[in-house]
T-cell receptor
Framework: GEDVEQSLFLSVREGDSSVINCTYT??????LYWYKQEPGAGLQLLTY?????DMKQDQRLTVLLNKKDKHLSLRIADTQTGDSAIYFC???????????FGKGTSLLVTP | DVKVTQSSRYLVKRTGEKVFLECVQD?????MFWYRQDPGLGLRLIYF???????EKGDIPEGYSVSREKKERFSLILESASTNQTSMYLC??????????FGQGTRLTVV
C-alpha cells in the first residue's frame, strides 16, 4: 500500500528557517500530526492540524496543509541547535485508532 | 500532562527467553499501542488495544502477544525472544483521535 513519505535528511544553519515536507495517503484524514524525537527518547507530539484548516501557527512552528496534493509541511522559524532531532509526520490509520508514520526527517542544525 | 511510562529504558535478554515489556498511562485513555522502531523502517505497529481485554493486530504481530487487564496498563510479550526482535519498542496511548502520547521507549537487545 501507499506510505507516508518524507525526505530523510535536512541540514540548516542556526537562525535559518527549516521546512520539512510530507506527503500523506488518505485525503479523508481528519487530523494530521507532527512529532519530534530527540536521541534516545520517545516521540513528542509537536503540533497537529485539523483537515479543514490550511495553516496553523504555534510560536516558531507553522504547519501548512494542501489537501488537494495531500501535502503537509512543518516550518520552524529561527532554527536552534536544540531543534536537531528526527521529525515524523503522521496520519490516522485505516483502523481509526492508530497512526501511520513517515520514516522521519533527521534535522541537523549547525552553528 | 499525559504521562506514559515504560518499565525499562534498556533490556538485554537471551534468545528463547520470554520477555515482558510493561507500559502504564495515567490519563484514562481508551487506546494503547505498541510500536517498534528500526533504522530505515520507521515505526511499525505491533498491536493495539481500544478497551480493556480487547486487542487488535497491527502490521507486524508475529512473535508477539499483548495483555490489557486494566485500562492503564498494556503489556507486550515476546513469547520466545529472537535476535531479530532487537529493537526500540515504543508504547503510546490516545483518546478520541487527538494524537498519541508516547513513552520514553525501551531499547531491547536479544543476544
Amino acid at each position: 500500500g501507499e506510505d507516508v513519505e518524507q525526505s530523510l535528511f535536512l541540514s540548516v544553519r542556526e537562525g535559518d528557517s527549516s521546512v520539512i515536507n510530507c506527503t500523506y495517503t488518505d485525503s479523508s484524514s481528519t487530523y494530521l500530526y507532527w512529532y519530534k524525537q530527540e536521541p534516545g527518547a520517545g516521540l513528542q507530539l509537536l503540533t497537529y492540524i485539523f483537515s479543514n484548516m490550511d495553516m496553523k501557527q504555534d510560536q516558531r512552528l507553522t504547519v501548512l496543509l494542501n489537501k488537494k496534493d495531500k501535502h503537509l509541511s512543518l516550518r520552524i522559524a529561527d532554527t536552534q541547535t536544540g531543534d536537531s532531532a528526527i521529525y515524523f509526520c503522521a496520519e490516522p490509520s485505516n483502523s481509526g485508532y492508530a497512526l501511520n508514520f513517515g520514516k522521519g526527517t533527521s534535522l541537523l542544525v549547525t552553528p | 500532562d499525559v504521562k506514559v511510562t515504560q518499565s525499562s529504558r534498556y533490556l538485554v535478554k537471551r534468545t528463547g527467553e520470554k520477555v515482558f515489556l510493561e507500559c502504564v498511562q495515567d490519563m484514562d485513555h481508551e487506546n494503547m499501542f505498541w510500536y517498534r522502531q528500526d533504522p530505515g523502517l520507521g515505526l511499525r505497529l505491533i498491536y493495539f488495544s481500544y478497551d480493556v481485554k480487547m486487542k487488535e493486530k497491527g502490521d507486524i504481530p508475529e512473535g508477539y502477544s499483548v495483555s490489557r487487564e486494566k485500562k492503564e496498563r498494556f503489556s507486550l510479550i515476546l513469547e520466545s525472544a529472537s535476535t531479530n526482535q532487537t529493537s526500540m519498542y515504543l508504547c503510546a496511548s490516545s483518546s478520541q483521535g487527538l494524537g498519541a502520547f508516547f513513552g520514553q521507549g525501551t531499547r531491547l537487545t536479544v543476544v
